[in-house]
């Protein structure tokens, strides 16, 4: 079953998050996603996160689909015009590729390429609206295309977004919807009290929200994500377990295994394990 079927018919999905090398050695990503096969319903494929030059979302995503994996192509406002955003589609789309999620991308200042200019020759709503068109069999310039793609669409939310940014957060979420978009990735949760909170508010439009669980690696991350994250909150408890484990990496999965049990039993549409590099930990993480 296709992760847009299962989305459909209401059934859990976990997704993974797997980043493909700083080279074309891709030897440990591909071992890493089979470790999972069958377990992961969907490999989401960043598209250089952090700004950080890697190998592209489309390739990594042709690598695990050649594995028999289902991915998530990753497709980023800041480094490609709207010419270049279509045509990876398209080609995302006859290779294979059946999911897209829209994303804006962190600035470049923030990589490891800070002379890299951020194109953004689109915004996000009007990505989605991109894709809209090119599945309604046109481009953009609204010439018709020969073949049309088909994609399940999601996007993100700020789903920990608090006082006047969370009536705007909603707002946008409305007009992602309409633009398409049939799920919604939130940035790392640790609380489901901010969450829970969002979820109400946009009871009505029922949109399908899927968490991101991070495995946390060490108390200064999780100190560190505190004071830089904004609208992401570590309660003051996890942390303290970090520091009193004896086996402080056993500790950091356990507490994404349990975030994994707790959103599936509150009832989203699924979660997406993003580990960072620590992809070899998703078997513990899903309890095998």
Not at 74 to 85: E, F, K, M, P, Y
Request: hydrophobic share 45%.
């Amino acid at each position: 079953m296709s992760l847009k079927d299962k989305l459909d018919s209401q059934e859990f999905v976990i997704l993974a998050e797997i980043d493909p090398p700083k080279g074309v050695d891709v030897a440990d990503m591909v071992a890493n996603a089979m470790r999972v096969k069958g377990k992961v319903d969907a490999f989401v494929v960043p598209e250089m996160s952090n700004a950080v030059m890697r190998l592209s979302s489309l390739g990594g995503c042709m690598l695990l689909q050649g594995k028999g994996l289902e991915t998530v192509l990753q497709a980023c406002c800041r480094d490609r015009n709207r010419l270049a955003l279509q045509a990876d589609l398209l080609a995302a789309a006859a290779l294979g590729i059946s999911n897209v999620v829209a994303v804006n991308g962190e600035d470049p200042s923030f990589g490891d390429h800070h002379r890299a200019r951020a194109v953004n020759d689109v915004d996000l709503l009007e990505l989605l609206e991109a894709v809209k068109k090119l599945q309604g069999g046109r481009d953009m310039a609204g010439i018709e295309l020969k073949g049309a793609p088909s994609f399940c669409i999601g996007s993100v939310v700020n789903a920990g977004a608090s006082g006047g940014l969370l009536d705007l957060e909603i707002d946008q979420l409305e007009k992602k919807m309409a633009a398409g978009a049939e799920f919604f990735l939130t940035p790392p949760v640790f609380d489901l009290q901010n969450l829970t909170r969002f979820s109400k508010r946009v009871a009505e439009l029922n949109p399908k929200i899927i968490p991101t669980v991070l495995l946390l690696k060490s108390v200064g991350m999780a100190r560190y994500i505190q004071r830089h994250m904004d609208h992401v909150n570590i309660p003051e408890n996890l942390i303290t377990r970090i520091q009193r484990a004896p086996d402080k990496t056993r500790e950091c999965v356990r507490i994404a295994s349990e975030l994994l049990g707790t959103i599936r039993e509150a009832g989203y549409a699924g979660v997406l394990l993003a580990t960072i590099g620590w992809e070899d930990k998703l078997p513990n993480i899903l309890g095998e």
